[in-house]
């Protein structure tokens, strides 16, 4: 009893007096630290900015060029990522404003190259002003405005004319607009490693772009996300009951806290089944993106290694193709796609009759 009492009481005395720092340090006056603080806001913009520019560099052209495979969930696009003030995260909106000059105004931030946008000559820093001779709305709703506005000028014409003012110059640019997949690839602040497919939009987390090599990782696991959407595996899912968002485990079985991702939805893993066939029609999207994938197998191997307990052998029951299976399979994959290659016939998968 009496030992158990011991240290408390120590630690009581400490916070009374005896355990005060005693070294005399330098100070540091409050305007510095006002200063540092903003420094340090810029730095973690110019870090989010990258991150979601690299995202959309790789995503666009998979988006774009596996619209085929997307069936009725296409729309049209021209390939720019855009915002303004109000879609950048709160306590980064100051810094927003002052190093990208941000404003209530639409803002194109980024044109995928090789794009529509990029062929008709939009530049970054390009306000919106209008689609179509249609004023669009400032604020909060304004990336939804241009998104509603662009797919209604779409089905009149081939070609629809944007509103910008480019520095102090307001001018008129037509663009003709070109089909992608409907499922935006969004950026999430997560630090665990993973990457999601909830039906109508993939997510991938900051903490795997953090694992991620190069480019062609990415493009397969945003392949195999935006293949789990396209194959209706959510609504398959959901048939099955499962409500709410899914939650794709592509590296550490254990370790991910879904509580933090999702909140009270509902979290359910992909059927065995469900993640073969996302990493075959997965493969198709990151081919057709133009991407060579015989490096793909290798990036599952290493995920595998990044998350050893998920090694198992054939036939475990797990949800999950058991690893050495699933980079087998791969090979397979890459195999056909790089026949269909050699063979000039198109990139698409094989269905069963
Ligand atoms: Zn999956």
């Known amino acids: 009893m009496m030992k158990g009492l011991l240290i408390p009481i120590c630690l009581a005395a400490c916070a009374l007096a005896a355990c005060a720092p005693v070294t005399q340090r330098p100070q540091v006056d409050d305007k510095a630290v006002a200063q540092e603080a903003r420094k340090q806001r810029e730095l973690a913009l110019q870090d989010l900015a990258e991150d979601q520019s690299r995202l959309f560099r790789i995503s666009y052209p998979i988006l774009a060029r596996g619209a085929d495979l997307?069936?009725?969930?296409?729309h049209?696009?021209?390939?720019?990522?855009?915002?303004?003030?109000?879609?950048?995260?709160?306590e980064m909106r100051e810094a927003a404003s002052r190093v990208l000059g941000l404003t209530d105004k639409l803002q194109v931030i980024q044109v995928a190259a090789g794009s529509a946008a990029a062929r008709a000559g939009l530049q970054a820093r390009?306000?919106?002003?209008?689609?179509?001779?249609?004023?669009?709305?400032?604020?909060?709703?304004?990336?939804?405005h241009f998104t509603e506005l662009l797919a209604e000028a779409a089905?009149?014409?081939?070609?629809?004319?944007?509103?910008?003012r480019r520095a102090a110059v307001e001018m008129?640019?037509?663009?003709?607009?070109?089909?992608?997949?409907?499922?935006?690839?969004?950026l999430h602040s997560a630090d665990a490693i993973n990457a999601f497919a909830d039906g109508r939009q993939v997510i991938i987390t900051r903490g795997m772009l953090r694992f991620i090599r190069e480019d062609l990782e990415l493009?397969?696991?945003?392949?195999?996300?935006?293949?789990?959407?396209s194959m209706g595996h959510i609504r398959k899912l959901a048939g099955n009951q499962f409500l709410g968002t899914l939650l794709d485990i592509l590296a550490a079985s254990r370790g991910v806290d879904t509580q933090g991702l999702f909140g009270s939805a509902a979290a359910a893993v992909f059927s065995k089944e469900?993640?073969?066939?996302?990493?075959?029609?997965?493969?198709?999207?990151?081919?057709?993106?133009?991407?060579?994938?015989?490096?793909?197998?290798?990036?599952?191997?290493r995920m595998a290694a990044?998350?050893?307990g998920g090694i198992q052998q054939r036939g475990f029951g797990a949800s999950h193709p058991s690893t050495p299976e699933r980079f087998l399979a791969l090979e397979k994959i890459v195999e056909e796609i790089r026949a269909k290659k050699a063979a000039g016939r198109a990139l698409a998968p094989e269905f069963k009759p």
Not at 76 to 90: D, F, W, Y
Not at 174 to 184: G, L, Q, S, T
Not at 219 to 229: D, R, S, T
Not at 281 to 297: I, M, N, S, W
Request: glycine share 8%; proline share 5%.
């Open 306 to 308: 990044a998350n050893p």
């Open 172 to 186: 008129t640019l037509a663009v003709e607009h070109e089909r992608a997949c409907a499922y935006p690839v969004l």
């Open 70 to 74: 997307c069936a009725e969930d296409v």
């Open 126 to 144: 390009d306000v919106i002003l209008a689609v179509d001779g249609k004023a669009i709305r400032a604020g909060d709703r304004a990336r939804e």
């Open 155 to 164: 089905k009149a014409r081939k070609s629809v004319e944007l509103k910008l």
């Open 76 to 90: 049209p696009a021209i390939g720019i990522r855009h915002g303004n003030l109000h879609s950048t995260p709160q």
């Open 274 to 301: 469900f993640e073969a066939e996302a990493d075959y029609v997965g493969l198709y999207f990151t081919a057709r993106g133009g991407y060579e994938v015989d490096k793909a197998p290798n990036f599952w191997r």
């Open 219 to 229: 493009a397969v696991v945003i392949g195999h996300e935006l293949a789990h959407n």
